[in-house]
């Protein structure tokens, strides 16, 4: 194995005095014409050319001492890079060409949703506020199960709404409402800030291990869309623990969902749905139709 | 699955069941509605003999299915004092009922049916059901449900503004009688004023409203038959296909 | 466009067409509370839903019996509620057992029928009277179609189904193996008989044949 080694060491020497031969004679005399840099020029080739001679000996001798192993080398996995080589056995190719579009995809994808997001003046990342006002103490993400605890327990229910607070991400907390018998909604909070909710009927399963699945009634899908419009208009890290508070007072006014007629128009039905939309501040319920108009 | 209100349609005079059922087809289609397949309800009666010599006095046990619920047998026993106890069950339970052919026979000549197309709009659900016993048309039930509530007080006004713009049908502001307050026995055996309208729907509610509903047509028939002096109760209507000024309205025979 | 068919119509399609499991192919032994440890380590290697431990269950039977004119046979049905866990009741219809010598087990015609709670003031007022009722706890087997229970039987004392001071029949535990399947699957006796081989010599599995039971004093 040694012998093996010194051989291989004294081919790369071989190598790199070779490829130091030809740079040199590449880079040329310095142009001049003087005669002793030219000299000097050929007699460091000549040096050079010695060197090489006699480390091709070398190689050579050593060479011939190598003896034929008595049995095979155990290379650990670089002994399967001889085999299977033929492309169509080892089906890499398809797979490639998969990975390869998977990857041009994704780039794309986020390459749009970057800029999207860019244009989205709601963003609320704390990087993003951290940079603008950089010294505020921001105790909205600091994650003290305690705290929310504490802060859900002091939102002042009305007696038709019960929560249900359990933390299946570490120390995050999702709490799940229920108000009276019309639906359920589950909020994912991460540190005191909502991140996501979601809202379904009251006859339809809501549970931690599904929290994402939308509802397979219109009206509360439809109500999801409005909830989370109104987490963004809510959203306020400085003072995060208001934001929660009120916007589960808005949430709250839900009670009603298909007992008030819309403020605007006052009938009941738009389009096969109810009133969905609560006003942010009075809580009056409106068609999405009639809201803006 | 959520609240279902059952109507009966009043027939206007002189028009043919089948009339309305497509004016009303029509009319769901161009408000808007998707046609989503059809619907049936069916309900057969079955009376156990009485037994004077122990006491038993004779019972009625209905057995109903709507293919809302395809998996599922509906059951609803007349214990002939009032009581009504209900059973959900496996539809194999049919043929348990025909284990007890001894006890309770079958009243072929009442088996009742509602069936027609199925319309959604939104989260509502809204069936065109030409109701007919022994093939003959009785009358047109109209069933709306709205799936995504589960109490009838919470979405009353919702369905009665369904009915009356899309139907075109009065309804009062009123509970419908099925949801109206009623006394019950609690289980200490006291009466107590119950809110029907406030509990939440259960799909034997619907099956009830259907029950109702069909109990009124069969009554309605033997009254029917009994007045015009015909053979009975067996044989209630006219046979006619041309309008009959009864008391029934226009009473046509459908083939389906 | 196609119309609904009727509840009835596609029962009696099932029914016909032979998909509906209608009959009861039944082996039942017994084996002393000193062995059964034996007989659940041997189940246990056999069986197919063993991946954690085996299912346990803990069931109140009641038999509800209605007197029929015209017939001497009062009609059975037993109904089951799961203690200790939200199921739908269980309704279960047996009839006469057919112990025929060239079969390997007993068969008898059975309809399983999922129930809400109010089945048993249902059957009460349709006109059926409590004959018994048990209690069955135990271990539940499965094997490819075949149901394997391995239960002890406690007997109630009226009015307290639920208190565990109700006492258990015998010192032994009632060993089943069952297949309810539709009509016309003969090879399933050979099946079971084949499976009840491998469980000897810990538990004779066997026919019993109700009709000689009834006749002893």
Redesign the interface.
């Given at each position: 194995m040694d012998k093996l080694n010194c051989t291989l060491t004294a081919v790369k020497n071989l190598r790199s005095n070779v490829r130091q031969c030809f740079e040199h004679l590449a880079d040329g005399t310095d142009g001049e014409g003087v005669e002793e840099s030219r000299n000097k020029f050929v007699h460091d080739f000549q040096e050079k050319f010695g060197a090489i001679n006699s480390q091709l000996r070398e190689v050579e001798q050593l060479i011939n001492g190598l003896q034929v192993p008595p049995t095979a080398y155990s290379l650990g996995n670089t002994a399967y890079l001889a085999q299977e080589t033929s492309q169509d056995r080892q089906a890499l190719y398809p797979q490639l060409v998969n990975s390869y579009k998977w990857i041009d995809k994704v780039h794309d994808h986020s390459f749009l949703a970057f800029n999207n997001l860019n244009q989205n003046t709601l963003r609320r990342s704390y990087n993003y506020c951290s940079q603008k006002r950089p010294r505020l103490p921001f105790s909205s993400f600091n994650n003290d199960p305690d705290h929310i605890d504490k802060l859900l327990s002091e939102i002042n229910t009305p007696p038709h709404t019960s929560y249900r607070v359990f933390r299946p991400f570490g120390s995050n907390a999702v709490a799940i409402v229920t108000i009276s018998n019309v639906l359920k909604a589950a909020i994912v909070f991460k540190g005191v800030l909502i991140e996501w909710v979601t809202v379904k009927g009251y006859d339809e399963p809501l549970e931690q291990d599904d929290l994402w699945a939308e509802s397979r009634y219109e009206v509360f899908r439809k109500v999801q869309e409005h909830a989370h419009s109104a987490m963004l208009h809510f959203f306020s890290p400085t003072l995060p623990d208001l934001a929660v508070k009120s916007y589960v007072t808005w949430l709250n006014s839900h009670i009603k969902l298909f007992l008030e007629p819309c403020k605007r128009c006052s009938k009941y039905i738009a389009n096969g749905l109810p009133p969905t939309w609560r006003d942010l501040r009075t809580l009056e319920p409106f068609h999405e139709e009639c809201r803006n108009c | 699955m959520g609240v279902t209100v059952l109507q009966p349609y009043p027939m206007p005079e002189g028009k043919s069941g089948a009339h309305i059922i497509d004016y009303l087809g029509k009319r769901l289609l161009s408000l808007g509605a998707t046609h989503a397949g059809q619907f049936l309800v069916d309900c057969e009666t079955f009376i156990s003999t009485p037994q004077p010599h122990n006491g038993t006095p004779g019972r009625a046990v209905h057995v109903l299915h709507n293919s809302e619920y395809p998996a599922s047998t509906f059951s609803i026993i007349d214990s002939g004092t009032g009581k009504q106890v209900s059973l959900v069950a496996d539809s194999i339970f049919d043929l348990l009922m025909l284990k007890m052919t001894n006890t309770f026979t079958s009243k072929k000549q009442t088996k009742i049916e509602s069936r027609g197309a199925r319309f959604e709009y939104g989260d509502f659900v809204i069936k065109l059901g030409s109701v007919t016993m022994m093939e003959h048309f009785k009358g047109i039930l109209i069933e709306i449900e709205y799936k995504s509530c589960m109490i009838l007080a919470y979405c009353w006004e919702m369905i009665r503004e369904m009915l009356q713009g899309f139907l075109n049908i009065n309804v009062g502001k009123d509970f419908p009688t099925y949801f109206a307050t009623q006394t019950i026995m609690t289980a200490m055996g006291q009466q107590q004023l119950h809110a029907k309208h406030n509990d939440l729907y259960e799909p034997t509610d619907t099956v009830k409203q259907y029950l109702e509903q069909f109990t009124n047509y069969r009554k309605h028939v033997s009254m029917h038959g009994s007045l015009s002096g015909t053979s009975g109760i067996q044989q209630p209507v006219h046979m006619s296909s041309s309008p009959v000024m009864g008391a029934a309205g226009g009473l046509v025979l459908i083939r389906s | 466009?196609?119309?609904?068919?009727?509840?009835?119509e596609?029962?009696s399609h099932a029914?016909n067409n032979r998909f509906?499991p209608?009959l009861e192919y039944l082996l039942q032994g017994s084996i002393l509370d000193s062995a059964v440890e034996h007989l659940m380590h041997r189940l246990k290697g056999l069986c197919d839903n063993v991946d954690t431990s085996p299912e346990t269950f803990h069931d109140l039977e009641v038999c509800m019996s209605?007197r029929?004119?015209?017939?001497n046979q009062p009609?059975l049905?037993r109904v089951r509620r799961a203690l200790g866990r939200d199921a739908p009741f269980q309704?279960r219809?047996l009839g006469q057992p057919e112990v025929d010598q060239r079969r390997p087990t007993l068969v008898r015609s059975c309809?399983?029928?999922?129930?809400?709670n109010?089945?048993l003031?249902?059957l009460t007022?349709?006109?059926f009277r409590l004959e018994f009722e048990y209690i069955a706890k135990g271990y539940m087997f499965r094997k490819g179609r075949m149901k394997i229970t391995v239960s002890k039987l406690i007997k109630i004392i009226p009015g307290k189904q639920q208190d565990m001071a109700n006492e258990p029949i015998s010192q032994s535990y009632i060993v089943e193996l069952s297949v309810v399947a539709p009509t016309g699957q003969e090879n399933v006796g050979e099946e079971m008989r084949v499976f009840a081989e491998q469980l000897k010599p810990l538990v004779q599995l066997d026919k019993i044949d109700y009709k000689r039971l009834g006749s002893m004093p």
């Open positions: - | - | 466009m196609a119309s609904v068919s009727s509840a009835r596609s029962l029914l509906l209608n209605l029929q004119p015209n017939s009609l049905l309704m219809y309809m399983d029928c999922a129930c809400t109010g089945i003031e249902f007022e349709m006109g």
